[in-house]
């Protein structure tokens, strides 16, 4: 059975909040596609993705979030993400990924350190 991802998007001013619930793996893709990667394209850079609802994120779905870190850095911007779990705070800082998101604590940290 297929594990779904699922994405929804909300405007704190010129912040995109990207919330998502589900787990984070392959299939994950196609969503990911349709939803997120066109807020990008927009020309958005300011985006909190939020991983409170994120129960599993294997090798793929890594894969899938290293794509969004590449193609938002395109664009000049820099994910921000909150609520990992500490193991996957470790694996984003194993992996590499603290390098182009940051980690906060909660929502309003993360909005704050947009400058809004």
Do not use: W
Not at 11 to 28: M, N, P, R, V, Y
Not at 85 to 97: E, R, Y
């Amino acid at each position: 059975m297929k594990s779904i991802l699922e994405v929804s998007a909300r405007s704190e001013g010129d912040i995109q909040i990207i919330d998502l619930k589900g787990d984070f793996t392959l299939f994950a893709d196609e969503t990911v596609n349709s939803s997120i990667k066109p807020v990008i394209s927009n020309g958005t850079t300011k985006i909190i993705l939020n991983f409170s609802n994120v129960g599993y994120i294997n090798s793929s779905g890594i894969a899938i979030i290293i794509s969004l870190v590449t193609l938002l850095a395109n664009k000049g911007g820099r994910f921000k993400a909150y609520g990992l779990t500490p193991h996957f705070q470790k694996v984003f800082n194993m992996v590499g990924l603290t390098q182009y998101i940051d980690l906060f604590d909660g929502e309003e940290d993360a909005v704050k350190s947009l400058g809004s």
